[in-house]
């Protein structure tokens, strides 16, 4: 008994020594905040470029409040919910500035073949008799599941459905710039011009405003939408305030046939009847002559590299080095997972910098910075989303990824760039953060059910198999 | 009492079942073997490309004797030991086909630069400062369990100290074509030409007949190693039966260089002066003319391909699909991880299938299978070692490797050598045997102590930091 007292009077010494004390004092005056990620190496991405060894991050009401030194942040703000990340990297959340989310359903499908044979035979097929907004659903959670993994916080989609997209995408707590497809012939969603303008009308109408969803209108490519439709979309865009995704001058074929019907290859082209603007994002830009690099950057245009693609659908090699020293807004992109075939920004990354060094005849070019810029700010740039995302600065949108340095296969560390981008994989990404919230915490998915995903997405898989047998069986 | 009586009985009896059941008479019918492999798809890369879903391997004493239905298999055999392999692939064991290992080391000291700058301002110096035999150690150890992770079962090696590689390798319990470097300068290892040889035949009379070592030597390049000293080399190829490992073509100024001195291009002069015979492997071979091509060939020399580090450091594109036509013995590998910058065979398949469809602009070329079948039986054969290793086949050597196929960015499967190529990663792989013997099982490291390696790695990061950081402080 004497004992418990003893222990109980030291106990209350200690609590009013505690509740007088310079430290309690400091904690009184810190100003709370929801979460603080403490320690690690924080890559800000900012116009500095600044890398802060042991700093932290502070959020609050989904905005990054502070980035700095773990001590300065200590002594400022006191937090709900801590994130330990030393020995860990702290960046931007990756943004993937070009995907097509749903067709994670089709990863593999049919590989190696020629572009025209692979969409005519399998990819046009396998939509056709499989895309409802069902379908989309799965797709998108089965993408949504592996970007989150690979610390994509942001990425930039068109597809069929893209209201059953943005919906699945803000339920898990994701970023999109998501783009209903319009297109000159009938497709999954809808089957008439009209329709498809009705169909994005409300998309864009509906979530307005969204914290996380920006909807945009994504007519296909040139040579799919005829002149008068895209001039009709540059109005809408005017009207409603949305963003413009886009194909443009993805492969040789098509600077032919818009060169052919326009007598402009298809920057030019869509430069001369009003398309372009600093709402348009433009996928892949591979085959672009001095001038329309000119033109991209002088319209504000956001490009959208896809080295992965690129390469495995043999469409050539966008003059990357070339639009980076135009100063044109570059980001970066995996593309479709039935040409890539993962959602990976890591590879990607780590893509972009080694293709254009080869193709170049030039090491020097697109450095481990660069390309991380590409995958982060610049990114951000070209969805023209810089304002909310693609570094860690206070006011920003907290969308914050902490990856770890300590794997084998990136050990040891000499440079955080080089690390980032030629070491680490999506696989090493730990802890993800979006708009405040945390997504997935030491590699648990929080928002989606990767169980219960897989699973529907295999069933899918055995409808679309037996799609194309049969498809192959008729004549 | 009469609780446990009863019990005792039951028992008694059902062992008197046991005993005359059929099953068990099966059983004893079953030949005992150390290890099976069951259920899952089972890749055999034999000469019908057989793929067996739902499969099983029997392994003892170190080779394999039986694959199969798994249904088949257990009618056979009766294991000590059981790896269940349901839902995943049964591969043999990948093949780096040429890699520096203890350059795990310089992984990310240096990026982005020429290679001549590359290699006199940081890994010359760095290697000149800090190679001794205890760094090559450590550097070995690191890159093993980088390679086990990713399921490389023999990996192809040329650096100073490569008894002690060698050494290393073998405690490890992985398999390795180690080639001792020689060259016509001062290096760690041996200070000159007479003591580089009588190391190498030292090291190659050490290692005879050895399960998992292959002792080689390796002349660094035709333009570091002088005629006669090639001839040399070739002469105790030849009285020893060592295999020689070399650069060959890497880089148009070595093409220059050498056409320059000896009015020929690199594999032509090499044939010319007898040095290629169906010993030698000879890593990147960039730039070929067609005469050189069919000098490979004619001379069964293997190729080692090794796209990322090409890409990297911009030395150019190999011919790979002119060689896969002609006929050349063609494997794949990382190169050292200061020039990839990591030892994974998954991102050197994908970048492989990836680059030459860009750079033949023909998307067919280099599919899935011929990628995959580059880093295992046809890297096998380019390191002449077709006979014991590459696949599945009864009476060679047990390297198995056991893959995960669940993960979100496998998922959906449509085709197994599409999944291996374009979307598995080193961090789906789970089980490694090598010569029978499991060396990682479930992810877990079983030959080599992971925290320990990177604690050394990491100590030896400073070292090499502060000896770079000086070099540049002096004039």
């Known amino acids: 008994m ?25 904690a009184q005056r810190r100003r709370p905040v929801a979460l603080l990620i403490t320690g690690g190496t924080v890559v800000t991405m900012d116009k500095d470029r600044r890398v802060i060894e042991d700093g932290a991050v502070a959020v609050e009401r989904g905005r990054i409040v502070a980035v ?20 860990r990297a702290v960046i931007p959340g990756l943004i993937n500035g070009h995907t097509h989310i749903p067709m994670t359903l089709f990863r593999g499908i049919a590989d190696d073949l020629d572009l025209n044979e692979w969409l005519t035979k399998y990819i046009f097929p396998a939509e056709g008799k499989n895309v409802t907004e069902a379908f989309v659903r799965v797709g998108t959670q089965l993408g949504l599941a592996e970007m989150i993994r690979g610390g994509t916080t942001t990425y930039c989609d068109m597809y069929y459905f893209e209201d059953a997209i943005a919906d699945e995408t803000a339920r898990a707590g994701v970023r999109g710039l998501l783009g209903e497809t319009v297109i000159d012939f009938p497709v999954a969603d809808n089957k008439t011009w009209p329709d498809a303008m009705r169909y994005a009308e409300n998309f864009v109408r509906k979530w307005k405003g969204h914290a996380l969803i920006t909807a945009a209108i994504a007519p296909h490519a040139p040579y799919t939408v005829s002149e008068a439709h895209l001039r009709e979309v540059r109005s809408f865009s005017d009207r409603t305030g949305a963003p413009i995704v886009t194909h443009v001058a993805e492969t040789r074929k098509e600077v032919e046939d818009i060169t052919r ?7 030019e082209y869509l430069a001369r009847i009003g398309f372009l603007s600093l709402r348009t994002v433009a996928a892949h830009t591979v085959h672009l002559t001095d001038n329309e690099i000119k033109l991209l950057r002088q319209y504000h245009v956001g490009s959208v590299h896809n080295p992965e693609s690129n390469m495995k659908l043999a469409s050539g090699v966008a003059p990357v080095p070339q639009m980076m020293r135009e100063g ?9 997972a039935a040409s890539n075939n993962d959602l990976s920004m890591w590879e990607a990354m780590d893509a972009a910098a080694k293709l254009h060094k080869l193709s170049s005849n030039d090491p020097k070019v697109v450095t481990a910075e660069e390309a991380f810029a590409m995958a982060t700010i610049n990114g951000a740039r070209a969805l023209h989303m810089d304002a909310d995302i693609g570094s860690l600065e206070a006011g920003k949108r907290a969308d914050i990824v902490v990856v770890d340095l300590d794997a084998l296969h990136q050990t040891p560390r000499y440079n955080i760039y080089s690390h980032l981008v030629y ?11 979006i708009e405040g919230r945390v997504v997935m915490r030491d590699r648990r998915l929080l928002t989606l059910n990767e169980a219960l995903i897989k699973q529907k997405a295999r069933a899918l898989r055995e409808r679309v198999t037996r799609s194309l047998s049969t498809a192959e069986a008729r004549p």
């Open 2 to 26: 004497t004992g418990a007292l003893k222990k109980i009077t030291a106990a209350f010494a200690a609590l009013t020594l505690l509740l007088s004390s310079p430290l309690l004092a400091a």
């Open 68 to 87: 700095g030194k773990r001590a300065d942040i200590l002594r400022s703000y006191a937090a709900r919910e801590t994130i330990d990340a030393r020995g």
């Open 328 to 336: 044109v807004l570059l980001g970066l992109g995996t593309d479709g």
């Open 261 to 267: 019907d326009h007598g402009a290859s298809p920057v």
């Open 423 to 433: 070491a680490t994989k999506a696989s090493d990404v730990r802890t993800v953060v």
